[in-house]
């Protein structure tokens, strides 16, 4: 049975060591767009959802990837970060 990019991703977050900085993983996240066969749809979609997270270390990781703008204007920043 094939598993989803983002139990994938929820899997390896649960896995990672409290040591690792939020920009590291990001970049990883990063360079896994580039060879995956989606052309960035999944990732991007996974990182807005998690940058609507309750979950701190998930908002930690979407603000540190740049390789794609996550807002889509300035009215959804402000929304997102109030």
């Known amino acids: 049975m094939p598993i989803s990019v983002d139990d994938a991703l929820a ?3 649960g896995r990672l060591s409290a040591h690792t900085p939020p920009v590291f993983f990001a ?4 360079q896994l ?3 995956t066969d989606d052309n960035m749809v999944s990732m991007y979609r996974i990182m807005h959802d998690w940058l ?3 979950d701190k270390e998930k908002v ?3 603000l540190s990837i740049t390789e794609v703008l996550l807002l889509r204007s300035d ?3 402000h929304a997102t970060v109030t």
């Open 75 to 77: 009215e959804e920043y």
């Open 33 to 35: 767009s580039w060879i």
């Open 27 to 30: 970049e990883i996240l990063e």
């Open 60 to 62: 930690k990781i979407a």
């Open 52 to 54: 609507n997270s309750d």
């Open 11 to 13: 899997y390896l977050l």
